[in-house]
């Protein structure tokens, strides 16, 4: 599923501003500022010897003014004055959502029952590695993707796009998607059977079960009236390493890739039509629902 496509480029956005913003605020604290105060000094240079010369003339002044007068001279203009205050607060949000904590809407239902249309979600940033921010470059090896997780990609067909998915292979597995029932590495998941869910918007019921990845429990979706094969798979990279039947498919996963399915299985375009997940295109794990506008008890963590 698509993840804030309209702000595609928010990470670029913001990392021209840190530096622009951070430019105009090292300026000043190392050269406009210390223009200012020399041009004060001057100004209040001159005040001191004309209020010495009408004292020495014995006319009484008002000194009152020596601070008001230090204090224009001191001041910031408007446009950086804002630009000197945005720049942390600007720095510490580029800082945050590229190495710790990123925040994404989920806007379709493939990941439905687990994650929700609307759920606003964070991403761990760091949990699979520390990846340059812009260009997304690993440059420190932490942990891999492992099977059961909600990870956030870039599409492998539009890197622009960030897409959430499950993962359900990682490099070197031989994943089969037999008759709507995942076999990974020649041993069938577990299913166990949950009431059916209703979809309020469409008032439709699908079926639902528990499925167990890995050690990784968490609700499934199957609509009946959906096919078990996959429908005009596209001619994706490296598909040779997949074959398709009428019960489903067989795919081995190549060396630093990773196979991807949506939860609402019979509604999520995913690995099984656009093909692998390439480990530079990952952006991180998916983990808590920390708002819901719609729905407020979403808010929690979610395998």
């Known amino acids: 599923m698509s993840l804030q496509s309209i702000l595609g480029n928010f990470a670029l956005i913001l990392f021209i501003l840190t530096i622009a913003t951070g430019i105009i605020w090292f300026l000043d604290v190392f050269h406009f500022s210390r223009l200012r105060r020399a041009r004060a000094n001057q100004a209040l240079a001159e005040f001191d010897a004309r209020h010495a010369k009408l004292k020495a003339d014995g006319i009484k002044v008002d000194d009152s003014g020596r601070h008001r007068l230090e204090a224009e001279m001191l001041k910031q203009p408007t446009w950086i004055e804002y630009s000197g205050s945005f720049f942390p607060v600007i720095a510490l949000v580029f800082f945050l959502r590229s190495f710790l904590y990123e925040p994404?809407?989920?806007?379709?239902?493939?990941?439905?029952?687990?994650?929700?249309?609307?759920?606003?979600?964070?991403?761990?940033?760091?949990?699979?590695?520390i990846r340059l921010p812009i260009i997304n470059k690993k440059i420190i090896q932490l942990n891999d993707p492992q099977r059961g997780?909600?990870?956030?990609?870039?599409?492998?067909?539009?890197?622009?796009?960030?897409?959430?998915?499950?993962?359900?292979?990682?490099?070197?597995?031989?994943?089969?998607?037999?008759?709507?029932?995942?076999?990974?590495?020649?041993?069938?998941?577990?299913?166990?059977?949950?009431?059916?869910?209703?979809?309020?918007?469409?008032?439709?019921?699908?079926?639902?079960?528990l499925?167990?990845?890995?050690?990784?429990?968490?609700?499934?979706?199957?609509?009946?009236?959906?096919?078990?094969?996959?429908?005009?798979?596209?001619?994706?990279?490296?598909?040779?390493?997949?074959?398709?039947?009428?019960?489903?498919?067989?795919?081995?996963?190549?060396?630093?890739?990773?196979?991807?399915?949506g939860d609402n299985r019979d509604n999520s375009l995913d690995s099984r039509y656009w093909g692998f997940v390439p480990d530079q295109y990952i952006v991180g794990k998916a983990f808590f629902v920390w708002m819901n506008f719609g729905n407020i008890k979403r808010i929690g963590g979610f395998q």
């Open 104 to 129: 994404f809407k989920i806007p379709s239902s493939s990941m439905v029952p687990t994650l929700m249309i609307g759920d606003l979600i964070l991403v761990n940033k760091y949990t699979y590695g």
């Open 149 to 209: 997780d909600v990870m956030v990609f870039k599409f492998p067909k539009d890197p622009s796009l960030d897409y959430i998915k499950r993962v359900v292979g990682v490099p070197g597995d031989k994943i089969t998607y037999k008759n709507k029932r995942l076999i990974v590495n020649g041993k069938e998941l577990s299913y166990q059977p949950l009431p059916d869910y209703l979809d309020e918007e469409h008032l439709t019921y699908s079926k639902q079960y």
């Open 211 to 261: 499925e167990n990845l890995s050690g990784i429990t968490h609700k499934i979706l199957n609509d009946e009236r959906a096919p078990a094969y996959v429908q005009n798979p596209d001619p994706f990279p490296m598909n040779e390493a997949c074959s398709y039947n009428v019960e489903g498919f067989t795919c081995t996963v190549p060396a630093g890739h990773y196979f991807m399915m």
